[in-house]
């Protein structure tokens, strides 16, 4: 049974910086590719950022050179480095494995104007 637990989200002001985490069980880590996606009220469930077993990396265009996804493969842990934060960027944001259709409760990301 795959479990997802996401950490670290909260209020902060625009411009300002928040790392996600999200650590991972019931699966063999650090052969998933794990991605980051977010969910905006009254809105679909968007990707946010991939990052593949060996480490690539993928970002939607509305985060590229703002948001950095990681990976700790010893500690089954994906990190989500958001940077220069925008009102537009306030979501729940999620982590799964990208070909597990299992979702943790997520974390409430608020950026303030």
């Known amino acids: 049974q795959v479990q997802l637990v996401e950490s670290g989200g909260g209020l902060v002001q625009a411009g300002g910086s928040l790392r996600l985490s999200c650590a991972a069980s019931?699966?063999?880590?650090?052969?998933?590719?794990m991605g980051w996606y977010r969910q905006a009220p009254g809105k679909r469930r968007e990707l946010v950022a991939t990052?593949?077993?060996?480490?690539?990396?993928n970002y939607a265009d509305s985060v590229k050179g703002r948001f950095t996804i990681s990976r700790d493969n010893a500690k089954n842990t994906v990190y989500l480095l958001m940077n220069s934060l925008k009102p537009d960027d306030t979501a729940v944001y999620y982590c799964?494995?990208?070909?597990?259709?299992?979702w943790g409760q997520g974390t409430q990301v608020t950026v303030s104007s």
């Open positions: 799964k494995p990208v070909l597990y259709d299992a």
């Open positions: 990052i593949s077993s060996d480490g690539r990396t």
């Open positions: 019931g699966i063999i880590f650090g052969i998933n590719n």
